[in-house]
């Protein structure tokens, strides 16, 4: 079907049938929004009949409304409140067009996840054109407000329009909304842009290959292979190494050091600093500042909690509900009392109620 501009009605309209999973012996609350149980968890779900190619990342609007990047698939959807869901950009090819038009014209290339602002922005990091795209929820118009469209180091403290990047991968918004934190991937870079002056800088790593020295300063610090960033209530800022297999804080003080994960591929819960993660892509925050990891070889989803400094398990692997089988989940959002997941390769999205600490 061709592509309509965003200020239509609607694109594509896709029915999605809801499921709500609940077992005497959950710990979690499940929903499903789009997708639901695989013969192999008792239920009839092909992903090939998913309305959604490999979805990467999720977000919401001030009005409850579910934004979803497609990786693959080059769409990008939304999903309403009464859980209708409209393709909005994006034909399903490969590419970097559209800038300055309508997004129903638009195409992406690897779109990792996404963004959005009170004020009506979708930020989407648009991974393999090496750059940040803005669709307009409101105008409906599709720009590019970071990076050339061409991958390499450069321009910080300038413009991020003119600024270089190598394979960005997550973006996050600070919690003022007034920063889009960025990982650089094959940089091994965390940089940030101000969203009022639209200048760029690095905040952290120096772009060499190692593991941080636990105190040391954040920007003179090496990544493993940074894959996500998000900043927490009080300022710091988490930072997943999916190579690295931990999870890292940048303190508010500038210093780096790392809170889960030993370094080595695994899986254990426990202490942090003794448990495993296995190639962990996505991360997001609660406003109590726990941390959600998408462990993507693991096929787990993991909370880090900052106080106790303990790792647990919420889904997959046999926690929470036992039945249900991730494969290589990638992106969580917390929106109210639920945890959205993306999970991925099976093609479908849901939820988790989140207890209250």
Same mark, same amino acid.
């Given at each position: ?12 309209l ?73 393709? =909005?950009?994006?034909? /399903?090819?490969k #590419?970097?067009? *559209? %800038?300055? +038009?309508? @997004?129903? &014209? $638009? !195409? ?23 750059c ?6 409101k ?5 590019? =407000?970071?990076g050339? /469209?061409?991958? #390499?180091?450069? *321009? %910080?403290? +300038?413009? @991020?329009? &003119? $600024? !270089? ?33 639209g ?15 636990? +105190? ?31 999870l ?7 210093t ?81 009392d ?20």
């Amino acid at each position: 079907m061709p592509a309509q501009p965003l200020c239509h009605p609607l694109i594509v309209l896709i029915s999605v049938f809801v499921s709500t999973l609940t077992c005497a012996h959950c710990e979690e609350h499940v929903e499903f929004l789009i997708g639901d149980r695989m013969e192999s968890e008792g239920g009839h779900w092909q992903p090939a009949d998913s309305p959604v190619n490999r979805p990467f990342g999720v977000d919401f609007d001030t009005s409850g409304n579910m934004y979803l990047v497609e990786l693959e698939g080059g769409r990008v959807f939304r999903m309403d409140t009464k859980r209708q869901l409209t393709q =909005i950009s994006g034909d /399903g090819s490969k #590419g970097y067009t *559209g %800038d300055g +038009g309508v @997004a129903g &014209d $638009a !195409t992406y290339n690897g779109m990792h996840n996404c963004a959005v602002t009170p004020a009506g922005d979708l930020f989407i990091s648009d991974s393999w054109n090496h750059c940040i795209r803005r669709i307009d929820l409101k105008t409906g118009l599709v720009s590019t =407000i970071a990076g050339t /469209g061409k991958k #390499g180091f450069g *321009g %910080d403290q +300038g413009p @991020a329009t &003119d $600024a !270089t990047f190598d394979y960005l991968m997550c973006i996050s918004l600070s919690h003022d909304d007034s920063l889009i934190h960025i990982t650089d991937l094959s940089n091994r870079r965390i940089r940030e842009m101000n969203l009022k002056t639209g200048m760029v800088r690095t905040v952290a790593g120096n772009g060499q290959k190692g593991v941080p020295t636990d +105190g040391a300063m954040a920007v003179s610090s090496p990544f493993v292979d940074p894959r996500a960033a998000v900043a927490d209530s009080q300022g710091r800022l988490y930072v997943l190494e999916r190579g690295g297999h931990a999870l890292r804080v940048v303190e508010t003080d500038g210093t780096i050091r790392t809170v889960a994960g030993t370094g080595k591929k695994g899986f254990a819960d426990g202490p942090a600093l003794s448990a495993q993660l296995n190639a962990p892509k996505h991360i997001c925050v609660d406003p109590q500042d726990n941390v959600y990891i998408a462990d993507d070889e693991n096929a787990a989803i993991r909370k880090y909690d900052p106080v106790t400094r303990t790792l647990s398990t919420l889904l997959g692997r046999g926690f929470g509900d036992k039945q249900i089988q991730l494969s290589h989940p990638h992106g969580v959002c917390v929106q109210g009392d639920w945890l959205y997941v993306c999970d991925s390769s099976n093609n479908r999205v849901l939820r988790i109620q989140l207890a209250t600490r």
